[in-house]
């Protein structure tokens, strides 16, 4: 069936660097994308979210990519900080879905002094 | 904080029992959703409530229900556990569960079937 699924699932960075986190998503009926952040003990927190009639949204030192050609999203972060050690998830939906939202499988990102 | 509260935080049962979950949503957001998530795995939708009434389920067997209640709160159930049936329950709420929305998720259940 159709999914959302990340190509790396470990993301060592270095302090100070940028991080790039990778999606790619294969349900063409998805019009929101949303990227969540999850500590270990917490739920998801949102981080950002882009729908599918942009390419390109900015935050608080990350940025939201969107390809709708190859079906791809990325998360950017600036600057990684150690508080942005977690594990990152993308995820979809579309207005016809009702607030289902389908999850990949996430990225352990791990910020190294 | 998200203002969402979930109870218990762990729970160990054991094969062939029932279990029962709670969810305190954010005042005022009438749209709670349900997921499960399995050890390494994203988040796997189960079911969504508005206004007390079931809006939208996900691959998962009738063995699998829920309520919402006025006051914001809400409940899984799961009867007749399975090994499989272990993993973090999350609640999530929203205002009205319109895709689009921001969903403020609890910190979970952590269930561990035996």
């Known amino acids: 069936g159709e999914s959302v699924g990340l190509h790396l699932p470990t993301l060592s960075v270095q302090e100070g660097d940028n991080s790039i986190i990778n999606c790619a998503y294969s349900?063409?009926?998805?019009?929101?994308f949303i990227w969540y952040k999850q500590e270990s003990g917490k739920g998801p927190q949102f981080i950002i979210d882009?729908?599918?009639?942009?390419d390109k949204r900015q935050g608080q030192r990350v940025t939201v990519l969107l390809n709708k050609t190859v079906k791809h999203l990325s998360l950017q972060i600036a600057a990684t900080q150690p508080g942005d050690s977690a594990v990152y998830f993308c995820?979809?939906?579309?207005?016809?879905?009702?607030?289902?939202?389908?999850f990949g499988a996430g990225t352990q990102v791990v910020v190294t002094p | 904080e998200t203002g969402v509260t979930q109870s218990p935080t762990h729970l160990i049962k054991t094969r062939g029992q029932q279990v029962t979950l709670r969810c305190s949503s954010q005042?005022?957001?009438?749209?709670v959703s349900w997921y499960q998530q399995a050890l390494g795995q994203g988040p796997q939708f189960i079911f969504q409530?508005?206004?007390?009434?079931?809006?939208g389920r996900g691959n998962f067997p009738p063995r699998f229900s829920g309520l919402q209640f006025p006051n914001y709160s809400s409940e899984l159930n799961v009867n007749a556990l399975e090994l499989d049936d272990s993993a973090l329950y999350l609640c999530?709420?929203?205002?009205?569960?319109?895709?689009?929305?921001?969903?403020?998720f609890g910190s979970g259940t952590q269930l561990s079937v035996l």
């Open positions: 005042s005022g957001h009438n749209t």
């Open positions: 999530a709420s929203s205002l009205t569960g319109g895709a689009g929305e921001k969903l403020f």
């Open positions: 882009i729908r599918s009639n942009m």
């Open positions: 409530y508005y206004r007390e009434e079931e809006n």
């Open positions: 349900n063409s009926a998805s019009d929101y």
């Open positions: 995820a979809e939906t579309s207005t016809d879905s009702w607030g289902k939202l389908q």
